[in-house]
């Protein structure tokens, strides 16, 4: 088995497939150190906006976290953690970059590049995340840029900000948690937006030494405050899937926060979202406000025409002289390149069979196409509370699938087509009347024709039920016993 990426979703995967016998593995991570995308987005104040006590594997609780809502350095430490703890680490290859996986109909099974040499699996497991790669914006004259020029999950850590005119483009996460850290020591700090985003106060406390030490003699205690928050997460859901009128106290409390934080009325019009509460990823922060409206910060929301040498064009007509550009643009969620590198048994890579971002999965793991390739965080299988308890679910699910494998003598199984076309229609049905689709607001979890494929459209348990077991009604299976010339088989409709 050949995974790929040593985030979450990977180091989870492997956990997993050696507590139940599948130690035949070998986890490939592009990057130098385990923690996938905790591992480079290294910026100033880059901290979770999940709490601490949801962000951990249910079976590995972490005690020792020093906030309520965890630090990116504690985050990579505990997936590294986990990683020597449970016995992965042996099977990590750091630096290994695949940059081929296809496919082989004859032998069934996957044909792998990495780093200029060949590798086989039976099975593919894509774990590389939806925050891997860095959305650059296509703005004319970037690239002609005399000053420095970075992404947020590319940060410069040589680069200092003192006595700089600073620009940032972007509102999303990342802006919100680095702008704060930037506007002190910066000469000046232009920030430019499109549109503003829903920001809410932030409940992020240290946990005091002594709570730490009850957590790690009494788990129980820890493992209550993880079912707390679990529910006062899915209490979202219902606002957020159908009735997005229950979302409004939410926009309330926004609105009151930026009135507290915000004296003057004009940057206050300028900070104010125009879209549903819940539309776009809405973040925390008591310090965001407060940057903005400092004497050596501005706003501008014009649209940026081009860059020049000196600074940034907007649609005014003015000139924005600055010393640096640094880019919260986010990532590509819909048209990363890892997709144009994994090819299914028509030759087609995956980026090919979704077309413009039309991201299509069955059950968020599987796709028409691909056998034996299991997608964690895949299209559709986001939940409000905590990616972890996604990627649990469906490594369980993957586990599924490896011990009837091995059991009924599968040599590969692959989605209907039927199959995935009935779950992708149920899945839309269930997102029509949510604020993401409905909100009037244009986010990353659309794809360009209007489909969200972000969200499953219920709570958490809704979504662990449809993981707990494969139904082979929807799959083709091959079994049989490989030869020299490739595989034998016999093909089945149905498995049961």
């Given amino acids: 088995m050949a995974i790929i990426g040593a985030g979450f979703g990977g180091i989870g995967a492997a956990i997993r497939c050696l ?87 004859l032998a069934q099974v996957w044909r792998l590049t990495v780093n200029g040499s060949s590798f ?110 679990s529910l006062v997460q899915e209490m979202m859901v219902p606002g957020l899937v159908s009735h997005p009128a229950l979302l409004k106290p939410a926009a309330a409390l926004g609105r009151w926060h930026l009135r507290r934080q915000v004296a003057d009325e004009r940057l206050r019009v300028e900070l104010t979202p125009t879209y549903s509460f819940g539309c776009k990823r809405p973040t925390f922060s008591n310090r965001y406000y407060p940057a903005l409206a400092a004497p050596n910060a501005s706003v501008v929301s014009d649209a940026i025409v081009g860059v020049r040498a000196e600074g940034i064009e907007t649609a005014d007509g003015r000139v924005h002289e600055v010393d640096t550009i640094l880019l919260g643009t986010g990532f590509k969620l819909a048209a990363g390149e890892g997709f144009s590198r994994i090819h299914g ?57 490896l ?11 692959d989605v209907t087509q039927s199959a995935q076309a009935r779950f992708v229609n149920e899945v839309d049905k269930g997102l029509e009347d949510s604020v993401w689709n409905t909100g009037g607001c244009s986010s990353y979890y659309l794809s360009p024709s209007g489909r969200n494929f972000t969200f499953w459209p219920g709570y958490v348990f809704t979504f662990r039920r449809a993981m707990k077991h494969v139904n082979w009604d929807d799959f083709d299976v091959r079994t049989g016993i490989p030869h020299r010339h490739g595989v034998s088989t016999t093909r089945e409709a149905v498995f049961g």
């Fill in 403 to 413: 011990k009837t494998m091995r059991r009924r003598g599968i040599r590969s199984f």
């Fill in 19 to 105: 507590q139940n016998g599948f130690d035949d593995l070998v986890v490939f991570e592009r990057a130098a150190a385990v923690g996938g995308t905790w591992e480079v987005n290294t910026y100033p104040g880059a901290q979770c906006d999940i709490p601490s006590a949801l962000y951990s594997f249910s079976f590995a609780p972490n005690p020792d976290w020093t906030r309520l809502y965890p630090l990116q350095r504690e985050i990579q430490a505990y997936i590294a953690r986990c990683a020597a703890d449970f016995g992965v680490t042996p099977h990590i290859r750091c630096g290994h970059d695949v940059t081929d996986a296809s496919w082989d109909d």
């Fill in 345 to 401: 048994a028509d030759g087609r890579s995956l980026s090919q069979v979704w077309g413009n971002g039309e991201m299509k999965a069955y059950r968020g793991t599987s796709v028409a196409g691909f056998p034996n390739f299991f997608m964690i965080l895949g299209p559709n299988s986001v939940v409000y509370t905590s990616q972890v308890v996604t990627i649990e679910a469906q490594v369980d699910y993957l586990i599924d699938a």
């Fill in 120 to 229: 086989t699996a039976d099975v593919l497991v894509g774990a590389t995340g939806p925050f891997s790669e860095p959305s650059r914006p296509d703005i004319p004259g970037l690239d002609d840029f005399d000053g420095d020029v970075f992404h947020s999950a590319q940060w410069d850590h040589d680069w200092s900000p003192t006595g700089k005119r600073v620009a940032v483009i972007g509102t999303g996460a990342s802006a919100v948690q680095f702008v704060p850290q930037m506007q002190p020591q910066v000469a000046h700090l232009t920030l430019f937006q499109r549109t503003p985003t829903w920001i809410l106060p932030h409940p992020d406390r240290p946990i005091p030494q002594r709570v730490r030490a009850m957590f790690a003699r009494v788990p129980a205690t820890q493992r209550g405050l993880r079912g707390a928050c």
